[in-house]
């Protein structure tokens, strides 16, 4: 939890890299700290270092990032550490250091020794800053997305509903007209999967259980329409773990075959085959294409939803296949799940 507020946190990642870079160039074997005033001449020394590293970055570094002149930024960074090692040597050497006798080696009293320094300090400050910035923007610009996608979501989820209540009102009045003793059966039926939808619908996910079984009683409502002329196979695998999947995702796939599977008078079929392998879910649907099919009213919002919603909720993690052969038309769907 600490390293994450400091991740996310600017002011927390401003101090602990003042501390860190403190520690790391002034407390060493030649700038040893043992009294008050030891510590007073060792963040002065700092301070000077941290000063470079701070105009560099709110006065120089801009001229690479927003300008994009890197040949002027390396030119004014040259000249910025020329001045600041004359500075850094003149400072050390005559004031803060002069009579410390940990201070003697030869090439510690060298400008060139101080230019490392001072660009030691640069890359340590800079690096760390901009990296943690970095994380900051692309944290942000995720978050942003995620919000995008997720209004984009609740778009494609409000068109959904009304789509699948107008399937589902329709293949009810179909049973109905052939089936009218059976009425007051189908609508509680139907009654119980508006259910399902109204309380999963706002959901990210749920346990994939559920949604087969909300799938199985629909496929039970379209065999009470179009059962005694359509050959229906579908045979669900009966353990599913404990994965979860977005709500409403297959059920546009199932419609649309019974939809265009079914509307003609002659014998059809739609064979539907779910089934998992490890965490990855597998949908298959063939169904049958009529020769001398009856008109059917398809706006194809559904279809279109469905899918947009996939590249949403499962980028890199989903494939689909819808093609026609023949007389039959194919899809095979396969989503990577997690528990």
Not at 23 to 32: A, R, Y
Not at 110 to 120: E, K, M, S, V
Not at 149 to 167: D, E, G, I, T
Not at 278 to 285: D, K, S, Y
Request: contains cysteine; glycine residues 4%.
């Amino acid at each position: 939890m600490a390293s994450k507020s400091i991740l996310e946190n600017k002011w927390l990642q401003e101090i602990s890299i003042l501390v860190f870079s403190f520690l790391l160039f002034t407390v060493n074997d030649w700038i040893l700290i043992t009294s008050w005033k030891s510590f007073f001449t060792g963040s002065v020394y700092f301070f000077i270092l941290y000063s470079h590293a701070q105009i560099n970055r709110f006065f120089v570094l801009p001229v690479l990032l927003r300008e994009h002149k890197p040949h002027l930024y390396l030119l004014l960074t040259a000249a910025l550490l020329f001045v600041f090692s004359i500075l850094l040597y003149e400072v050390s050497t005559e004031i803060l250091y002069k009579n410390c006798f940990l201070y003697k080696s030869s090439y510690q009293k060298t400008y060139h020794f101080q230019l490392g320094t001072l660009a030691g300090t640069l890359l340590c400050i800079l690096g760390s800053i901009q990296i943690l910035e970095h994380y900051r923007e692309q944290k942000k610009k995720t978050n942003k997305e995620l919000l995008h996608n997720q209004a984009q979501l609740n778009v494609l989820r409000a068109q959904l509903n009304p789509h699948f209540l107008f399937n589902t009102f329709n293949t009810l009045y179909g049973v109905s007209l052939q089936y009218p003793e059976r009425s007051s059966e189908l609508i509680m039926q139907v009654s119980q999967m508006m259910r399902y939808q109204v309380e999963n619908n706002t959901k990210e996910f749920i346990p994939l259980d559920d949604e087969i079984d909300f799938i199985s009683s629909y496929i039970e409502l379209e065999r009470e329409r179009v059962g005694y002329r359509c050959q229906i196979d579908y045979n669900p695998q009966l353990e599913y773990g404990h994965y979860k999947i977005a709500p409403m995702l297959l059920i546009t796939f199932i419609e649309n075959a019974f939809k265009h599977g079914t509307c003609a008078i002659e014998d059809c079929f739609v064979h539907i085959d779910i089934h998992m392998e490890g965490n990855v879910l597998h949908l298959g649907i063939r169904n049958s294409i009529p020769e001398k099919k009856k008109k059917v009213i398809s706006t194809k919002v559904g279809l279109r939803n469905t899918i947009e919603s996939l590249k949403i909720i499962y980028p890199e993690k989903h494939h689909l296949d819808c093609f026609a052969s023949g007389s039959t038309y194919t899809v095979n769907l396969e989503v990577e799940l997690s528990a």
